[in-house]
T-cell receptor, first 113, second 110 residues
Framework: KAGVTQTPRYLIKTRGQQVTLSCSPI?????VSWYQQTPGQGLQFLFE???????NKGNFPGRFSGRQFSNSRSEMNVSTLELGDSALYLC????????????FGSGTQLSVL | SQQGEEDPQALSIQEGENATMNCSYK?????LQWHRQNSGRGLVHLIL?????REKHSGRLRVTLDTSKKSSSLLITASRAADTASYFC??????????FGKGNQVVVIP
């Protein structure tokens, strides 16, 4: 069974641009959650999707958005990038919403210049 | 937002020694789990302990939970070089949001 796949692995953008990150969960998993990891703030919850619906959202500005497709794949979008958005973005999948055991992808390392 | 806090932040030990990390949290939790991260990659789920459990084992890992002190500890016995990683505790709060601690960096010297 393939694991959680995140693309791209690395991304370099400039301030003001927007970016879209992709996450393919493990087959059969219907919940996808996103996290931002930075050296200063650590791991912070962004949002969780289940059956194409956002169930929970963390304390991030509206520039951060996401969606989930009918095949459970999820995308995360950040608009009007700021230098502080540079981070490792991780997605995790689980069988059900709020699933106790999360399976993480390798992440997308975003650098904003 | 509420987060667990691990203590100590960094730990360097010799191969074969035991490594202990602590985590504290602020309010009631449904469960607490520990994850490992190697070199900025994705996290790997290690072990989960529920709020009504006090101790749990998985291989060389032992986790304890003290709900009266709102704290948990992770013990890695007979450490190996491959255990070198960052270890995070995380807990689900009532709204099913997972909050992570700052992480412990463990270096196992061969």
């Amino acid at each position: 069974k393939a694991g959680v796949t995140q693309t791209p692995r690395y991304l370099i953008k400039t301030r003001g641009q927007q970016v879209t990150l992709s996450c393919s969960p493990i087959s059969g998993h219907r919940s996808v959650s996103w996290y931002q990891q930075t050296p200063g703030q650590g791991l912070q919850f962004l949002f969780e999707y289940f059956s194409e619906t956002q169930r929970n959202k963390g304390n991030f500005p509206g520039r951060f958005s996401g969606r989930q497709f009918s095949n459970s794949r999820s995308e995360m979008n950040v608009s009007t990038l700021e230098l502080g958005d540079s981070a490792l973005y991780l997605c995790a999948s689980s069988l059900v919403a709020g699933g106790e055991k999360l399976f993480f992808g390798s992440g997308t390392q975003l650098s904003v210049l | 937002s509420q987060q667990g806090e691990e203590d100590p932040q960094a730990l360097s030990i010799q191969e074969g020694e035991n490594a202990t990390m602590n985590c504290s949290y602020k309010t009631s939790i449904n469960n607490l789990q520990w994850h490992r991260q190697n070199s900025g990659r994705g996290l790997v789920h290690l072990i989960l302990i529920r709020s009504n459990e006090r101790e749990k084992h998985s291989g060389r890992l032992r986790v304890t939970l003290d709900t009266s002190k709102k704290s948990s500890s992770l013990l890695i016995t007979a450490s190996r070089a491959a255990d070198t990683a960052s270890y995070f505790c995380a807990s689900y709060y009532g709204n099913n949001r997972l909050a992570f601690g700052k992480g412990n960096q463990v270096v196992v010297i061969p």
